[in-house]
Every structure is written in C-alpha cells, then in structure tokens.
C-alpha cells in the first residue's frame, strides 16, 4: 500500500519558504502584514461608503467599524509580535514538540523513524522551556533562531517524505485476486495491458 507524501512536501515548502523570510528577511514579513491590513481597512471603508449610498447605511456601519479595527490590529501585529517575540516562539515551539513527541509514540512508524521524531521533539521542547524563560533581551536573536528552527523543521518534512518515497517504490503491489475456486482473477487495468 503506497503512503502519500504530498502534505509532508507542502509542509515542507512553506516551513522553508516562512522560515527563510523570518530569519532573513522580517522587513518582508512586516509589509505583508501591513498589506492584509491596509486591504481589510480600504475593503471595510468601500462597505460603509456603499452602504450610506443606499439606505441601508445604518446595518453596514457597524460590520465597516469593526473592519477597519481588524485591519488596524492586522497592521500593529507585527509590533505586538515582535515585542513578545520570545513567548510567542516558546508557545509555538512547546506546541510543536508537543506533537512530534505524540506522533513518535502513537503512530506505527519504524524503530529508526520513532526514535528520529521522538529526539526532534525532546530539542523542541527544551527550545521552547528556553524561549519561554527568555535569557535573550533582544528579538532579532530569537527571530533568526526561530527562522532556523522552521528551517530545520522543513527538512525533517522533506526527508519523511524522501523515506515515504523510497519505502513507495520499493513496495510491490499485487491487484490480483485469487478466488476460492483456485481462479485467478486480474483487475481491468491488467485486462486492458493483456489485449
């Protein structure tokens, strides 16, 4: 039975691509941010303009106002990130770990695959205890640490699904079925490769 490999890939990508931007590139991350909210807040003003046009003006005006808040929180978060910059990575750390250490000790996996999820999980741990306790004052050390952390990440997905792959190819499958009469039964893709 083949295992599908595609949402450990596209986890993969995006912890790589989050990763890079965060530790690298946090200005970018920043106008993302400032993007988002800028659309909420023109999108919530259009809603309020285009409600007092009709009549309906009034039952508009309070969705547009709270709009325009959203959008004004979506533009301060970077703020709000950055300055609990290391709670904030312990959290997301501690759940992660979290989660690798319950998949290492509920799924089905290989000794080798268990003891390799189990150990990622231990470190992510103790990197979140560190990150909660913050020994660090300044937020650019823990964004590019929390940058390398979603790296790393990233490449233990890409090489779950490099095992999934090999273990994929090396299975062979057999799709037929042989009945109680001693009959060999082929499925129709081996009737079609047969004519």
Known sequence: MKID????????ITLLICGVLFA???????WIFYIIGGAIIIGSAVTVLGGLGSGDGGGLLPAGIGGV??????????????????IITG????????????????????????????IFGIVL?????????????????????????MIGFAAFNFYVAYVINERNGGVISNNNVVDVNGYEVHDDNDQKKLQ
């Open 5 to 12: 490999n595609s949402k450990y890939i596209f986890k993969g």
């Open 24 to 30: 690298f590139f946090p200005g970018v991350l920043s």
């Open 69 to 86: 808040l959203i959008g004004l929180l979506v533009i301060y978060l970077p703020k709000i990130i950055s300055s609990q910059m290391s």
């Open 91 to 118: 959290i997301i750390l501690a759940v992660i770990a979290v989660t690798q250490i319950v998949k290492a000790l509920s799924k089905e996996l290989t000794k080798k695959m268990k003891i390799l999820q189990l």
């Open 125 to 149: 741990l103790v990197c979140s205890i560190f990150f909660i306790f913050n020994p660090f004052k300044g937020g650019s050390i823990i964004r590019i640490i929390l940058g390398l952390v």
